[in-house]
């Protein structure tokens, strides 16, 4: 295991498609982050999102222990305070930086898999942000999965916000 001292000094490679660092495609890290993205896209870290992946059963799912979730949680944030440009209410993702990162997961059944992760995790709150939408709407268009073969959930109700 690297130390924090190591890390510091090794600049993470930083990926062709998108400014953040890279991951080889369809990796355990590279599904994480996207899974991080939703976490995060309403602007903070709720309990009952991590819950929800505790439930679902997400971290083995995406091939990842708890604690290098966390760690790519904390180098997601790491890596978009130094390159991404600050908005109003928070940091942005342009289109082709979302579609770099989408582009790091190639497997279909990987991108079912985390179509289903991404929603659980934007609907536990019970609240549907603009960004959390526009997130896994993104995720849609990217990929294009087909809505026939994926696994049916309940639509909760949502509040938008």
């Known amino acids: 295991?690297?130390?924090?001292?190591?890390r510091e000094t090794f600049r993470p490679f930083v990926g062709t498609h998108?400014?953040?660092?890279?991951?080889p495609t369809n990796?355990?890290?590279?599904?994480?982050?996207?899974?991080?993205?939703?976490?995060?896209?309403d602007g903070g870290l709720d309990k009952r999102e991590m819950a929800a992946l505790d439930r679902r059963g997400a971290f083995a799912a995406l091939g990842i222990s708890r604690e290098d979730f966390?760690?790519?949680?904390y180098d997601f944030c790491s890596d978009v305070a130094g390159q991404l440009p600050v908005g109003s209410g928070g940091y942005r993702l342009t289109p082709k930086t979302l579609g770099g990162l989408f582009g790091e997961v190639a497997d279909r059944e990987a991108r079912e898999q985390l179509l289903q992760l991404i929603f659980?995790?934007?609907?536990?709150?019970?609240?549907l942000s603009d960004a959390e939408e526009g997130l896994f709407?993104?995720?849609?268009?990217?990929?294009?999965?087909?809505?026939?073969?994926m696994p049916r959930t309940t639509m909760p109700e949502l509040h938008y916000g």
């Open 1 to 6: 295991m690297m130390s924090m001292q190591a």
């Open 18 to 23: 998108h400014p953040l660092r890279a991951y």
């Open 27 to 41: 990796s355990p890290r590279a599904k994480a982050r996207l899974v991080v993205l939703a976490l995060l896209a």
């Open 70 to 73: 966390v760690q790519v949680l």
């Open 120 to 127: 659980s995790v934007i609907s536990s709150d019970g609240r």
């Open 137 to 149: 709407w993104s995720a849609i268009d990217h990929w294009k999965p087909d809505a026939g073969k």
